[in-house]
């Protein structure tokens, strides 16, 4: 779909307004205690569900709204005002439930898109994240179905998940576009265990856990996709993630930046305010020139991407990039602009100088982003 410039510009102000009405209040609540109330979770997605917003990534085909790219990226800004496990509440759900076949859209997706279970996406391992030539879960044809074995780690919402999407080797000896096969197993499935959950620098409350998956029995039905197709699966919705990231990045400078400027303009240290200083305005207009530098970025990913160009993969990896470390930077200049105040847990400044860290890691590296660029322009 193509909405107008207006029907996006609706969009963002509604999922602004569910952010300061409905998410920020938990914000501090959420991270002191590094969890969130199962039944708030489920009430603010019932809210968000009643907005017309909760799995708002998904394409029509499979139920989803079927959102263009652009009207996904001033959402998932709007949501980067907020914390990471407050903003789960919408529904962002993995790209690879495009490859449910008629059944598993009846019984997976149907009830994830009424917000009445949850699920989680296992791909990391304990010897195996940026090299997916090195997975070692496997997945073993037997009488009726396959037998995992393995372990999983670092995965998000796997301890609460009604199911997992698992990638796990079924062909040894092919190359890695026929090797993976990726499943989904229900919670408490025989074979499936939640191992241990981590304790970690930001995202409090946004739970990442470890799996392990002895002689576990998976159903054919359970099988997401063709068999061997798992890398591809991947591959078709890798470059979204990345440019939900970068977005989500963008909002949380720019959550930011509000912060600070007002701090500016008001705070005064040897009779002046902040703001008059040079050394603060120089901290300012470098971030507000990086910010608007990174939401360029996601837009012409956007647009990329809603004009199926094949470069959509290459300025997804650059927006990644240049927008987790811009957020980075404009954490680390905000906290400074606020002097101890940054520092005290009273302001967010300090969650989300630690949330941003995160974005350099997960959804591919920073490394593995420039890995991609330096041989796009190498050839
Ligand atoms: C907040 C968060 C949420 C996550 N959620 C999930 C999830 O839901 N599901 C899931 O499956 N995983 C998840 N992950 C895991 C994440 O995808 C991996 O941590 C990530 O892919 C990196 O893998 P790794 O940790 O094994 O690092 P490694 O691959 O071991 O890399 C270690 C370091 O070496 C660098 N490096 C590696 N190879 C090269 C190279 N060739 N050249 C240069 N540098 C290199 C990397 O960039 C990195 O800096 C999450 C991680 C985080 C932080």
């Not at 569910?18 to 969130?36: K, T």
């Not at 576990?216 to 991947?234: D, K, M, N, Q, Y």
């Not at 939900?244 to 005064?268: H, T």
Request: with cysteine; hydrophobic share 40%; proline share 4%.
């Amino acid at each position: 779909m193509h909405e107008t410039g207006e029907e996006i510009e609706l969009l963002r102000r509604t999922v602004r307004s569910f952010v300061e009405s409905s998410l920020a209040p938990h914000e501090a609540a959420v991270d002191e205690a590094d969890d969130i109330d199962p039944t708030l979770l489920h009430d603010l997605r019932r809210k968000a569900l009643s907005l017309g917003l909760y799995g708002y990534n998904l394409p029509e085909e499979i139920g989803g709204p079927g959102l263009s790219a652009a009207a996904r990226c001033a959402i998932d800004e709007e949501m980067g005002h907020t914390s990471m496990p407050l903003a789960e509440s919408l529904g962002h759900l993995p790209g690879s439930l495009g490859f449910c076949d008629d059944g598993q859209r009846r019984w997976l997706i149907d009830p994830l898109l009424r917000a009445e279970t949850t699920i989680a996406y296992a791909l990391t391992e304990p010897d195996a994240g940026s090299d997916l030539a090195a997975l070692r879960t496997r997945a073993v044809r037997a009488d009726g179905g396959w037998v995992l074995n393995g372990s999983k780690h670092y995965i998000s919402h796997a301890d609460t998940a009604d199911h997992t999407i698992v990638l796990a080797v079924t062909d040894r000896d092919a190359g890695l576009k026929g090797r993976l096969t990726t499943f989904i197993v229900p919670r408490d499935h025989p074979g499936f265990r939640v191992t241990r959950r981590f304790r970690k620098l930001g995202w409090r409350g946004y739970h990442l856990s470890a799996l392990s998956f002895e002689d576990c029995i998976v159903p054919v039905s359970h099988v997401l996709g063709e068999v061997g197709g798992g890398f591809a699966a991947i591959m078709a919705t890798i470059n979204s993630d990345r440019l939900f990231v970068a977005c989500r990045c963008v909002g949380m400078a720019q959550r930011l930046m509000d912060l600070a400027l007002p701090y500016a303009r008001e705070r005064k240290t040897f009779g002046k305010t902040l703001g008059e200083h040079e050394a603060i305005q120089f901290m300012l207009a470098d971030s507000d020139v990086e910010l608007e530098a990174a939401r360029l970025l996601c837009q012409k990913a956007a647009m990329l991407a809603d004009t199926r160009h094949p470069d959509f993969r290459i300025a997804a990896s650059r927006a990644k990039l240049y927008c987790s470390e811009m957020a980075g930077r404009v954490a680390d200049r905000v906290l400074q602009i606020f002097g101890g105040a940054g520092f005290m847990c009273d302001l967010p400044i300090e969650r989300i100088y630690r949330d941003v860290r995160g974005f350099r890691i997960g959804e591919g590296t920073s490394e593995m982003q420039r890995l991609q660029i330096a041989r796009h322009i190498l050839g």
